[in-house]
Nanobody
Framework: QVQLVESGGGLVQPGGSLRLACAAS????????ITWYRQAPGKERELVAA?????????NYADSVKGRFTISRDNAGNTVYLQMNNLKPEDTAVYFC???????????WGQGTQVTVSS
């Protein structure tokens, strides 16, 4: 059974940092591209950061988080991270991990982790 489990969310003050983790199990991790999405109340889910390939450093980010967020992955540990620095109230959302197979396009979502940025 495939599982994507996010962790690391919480309440943080503006300007603070959090590191989210997405732990994958039940799949061959290096066959999947991993993306972080977020969804704020009343808004559509949006892409935050993505690594298109399981290896290498190529990644892309939403304009709103460029220079503040960094996506990385530990293939040995089947985990993808999202380092979030200089957090702003508008970053408040539920953050989701998304995995898609490079060839079959079979995909999976995690259950999400809440990030709240507030003073």
């Amino acid at each position: 059974q495939v599982q994507l489990v996010e962790s690391g969310g919480g309440l943080v003050q503006p300007g603070g940092s959090l590191r989210l983790a997405c732990a994958a199990s039940g799949l061959t991790f290096t066959n999947y591209a991993i993306t972080w999405y977020r969804q704020a109340p009343g808004k559509e889910r949006e892409l935050v950061a993505a690594m298109a390939r399981p290896t290498g450093s190529t990644s892309n980010y939403a304009d709103s988080v460029k220079g503040r967020f960094t996506i990385s992955r530990d293939n040995a540990g089947n985990t993808v991270y999202l380092q979030m620095n200089n957090l702003k109230p508008e970053d408040t959302a539920v953050y989701f991990c998304y995995a898609i197979h490079l060839f079959t396009k079979i995909d999976y979502w995690g259950q999400g982790t809440q990030v709240t940025v507030s003073s």
